[in-house]
Nanobody
C-alpha cells in the first residue's frame, strides 16, 4: 500500500486549502489515518488523526477549530480541510496510516505507511 498526497500550494493567510491523500490499497482496515507536518527548521509534529473505531478524531491544539480530518473508505482517501490558515501553518504535510493500534497515535513511530509529503505555504 502506498499513500499519495495531493499537491499543496500557496495560499494567503486567512485562506483555506484541502489536502487529499489517496491510498493504492484499501484503507478500511487501517486502524488510524493521520496527518503530520514539518515546518522549515523545525521538528516534525502531529496534526490530526482519524480512528477507524467509532470514527474518533483528535487534533493538536494549534489547529483545533480550524482543521478537519475526514476519511472516505470507499474512496480509499483521507482529507485535511484547513481553514483560517496562518503563516505558521507553512510546512510539508504528510499523511500516514496505522495497520493496527500500538502506542500513542500522536507519534510518527506508531504508523506503518507514510506518504511522500506535500508543501503548503501560507503567505502573510
Amino acid at each position: 500500500v502506498q499513500l499519495q498526497a495531493s499537491r499543496g500550494g500557496l495560499v494567503q493567510a486567512g485562506g483555506s486549502l484541502r489536502l487529499a491523500c489517496t491510498s493504492s490499497g484499501r484503507i478500511s482496515g487501517m486502524c488510524a489515518m493521520s496527518w503530520f507536518r514539518q515546518a522549515p527548521g523545525k521538528e516534525r509534529e502531529f496534526v490530526a488523526f482519524h480512528r477507524r473505531s467509532g470514527g474518533g478524531t483528535y487534533y493538536t491544539d494549534s489547529v483545533k477549530g480550524r482543521f478537519t480530518i475526514s476519511r472516505d473508505n470507499a474512496q480509499n482517501s483521507v482529507y485535511l480541510e484547513m481553514n483560517t490558515l496562518r503563516p505558521d501553518d507553512t510546512a510539508v504535510y504528510y499523511c500516514t496510516a496505522a495497520r493496527f493500534h500500538i502506542g500513542d497515535l500522536k507519534l510518527w513511530s506508531s504508523y506503518h505507511i507514510w506518504g511522500q509529503g506535500t508543501l503548503v505555504t501560507v503567505s502573510s
